[in-house]
């Protein structure tokens, strides 16, 4: 049965590359919201979790405030599906025309004293988008990692898609990309992390939205040992079709501390500017997976949705 549903699952993802991308953008955008809406509606396990984890962010948010993130959250992560099937076919203007960032020039300064940059990001809105707009718009390459999602095929794709867009992708797991990362940084390149959830069970822990998480410790790490600015960013949507962004003053390496207590203070402060682009659209967090240690204390037996 496993390996029946890694088959349908790698199959169902390659049909959504061959066909959404060959529709015209507004009934691809219509598809991706009439699928989100069956799905909030069917209650089931990731709508579920996404709606407990919205809970912690608008913590005054009645029952009736929820449903409506998490309608609106469901409506926003299948948009990223949605352009994320056809971005293979955007052109260098049509992705410049939608994604509109505020302050690049912290990532542009850097990259230009040659120090080496790294940009670290939530779950929002659109990592892969805003990857696009940075090596088509801005012509600027980079090295990023991923997760080695299951079944193989598809983790095979997802590489295939995202090297396509002009990335450079390491597996998350074999302890080699560390390495790599460090010597991109080294070189002056720019490394980009989508780290608010820890998938090593070794992260640092945080305060986020005031109950304790664990995110990985991987981007302090890298700006301690290479001396690359580490810049937090936030992506949302509006209701135009352009995604914005922002870019956040570096996080500064402690001037004293040990090792893991420089971590930890680094480590908060993405914590809390990722915190801060959350609250303010919370709608466009798309994490669908336990976060919180107290919940992960109480995960259930059956596993959860992986996001690529």
Not at 247 to 275: C, H, I, N, W
């Amino acid at each position: 049965m496993s390996g029946m549903k890694d088959r349908l699952t790698d199959t169902l993802y390659g049909l959504g590359w061959a066909t959404v991308k060959k529709l015209p953008e507004p009934v691809a955008a219509g598809l991706g919201r009439r699928i989100a809406d069956i799905a909030w509606k069917r209650r089931g396990k990731s709508v579920l979790r996404l709606e407990s984890n919205l809970a912690r962010v608008a913590p005054d948010a009645g029952p009736e405030r929820l449903a409506e993130l998490s309608k609106a959250g469901m409506r926003s992560y299948m948009r990223y599906w949605m352009e994320s099937f056809r971005l293979p076919t955007w052109t260098r203007e049509r992705v410049g025309a939608g994604v509109d960032i505020k302050d690049v020039h912290y990532l542009k300064d850097g990259l230009a004293s040659g120090r080496g940059v790294i940009l670290a990001l939530p779950h929002l809105a659109n990592w892969d988008l805003a990857g696009v707009w940075v090596t088509r718009s801005l012509g600027v390459p980079f090295t990023t990692v991923a997760e080695r999602l299951k079944p193989e095929t598809l983790y095979d794709r997802f590489v295939a898609y995202r090297e396509s867009l002009g990335m450079e992708v390491l597996p998350h797991s074999g302890g080699s990309a560390f390495g790599t990362l460090a010597r991109r940084l080294r070189d002056g390149g720019l490394v980009c992390l989508v780290a608010d959830r820890d998938l090593s069970a070794s992260g640092t822990e945080v305060m986020f939205f005031g109950e304790t998480a664990r995110m990985p410790a991987g981007p302090a790490l890298l700006a301690q040992q290479t001396g690359a600015l580490l810049l937090p960013v936030t992506l949302w949507y509006d209701e135009t079709p352009v995604m914005k962004g922002r870019v956040y003053p570096p996080v500064d390496v402690p001037e004293s501390g040990t090792r893991a207590e420089k971590t930890s203070v680094m480590t908060q402060a993405l914590a809390d500017a990722f915190a801060g682009g959350i609250a303010d659209h919370p709608e466009d967090w798309h994490m669908l997976q336990r976060l919180w240690l107290k919940d992960l204390e109480e995960r259930a037996p059956l596993g959860e949705e992986r996001q690529p």
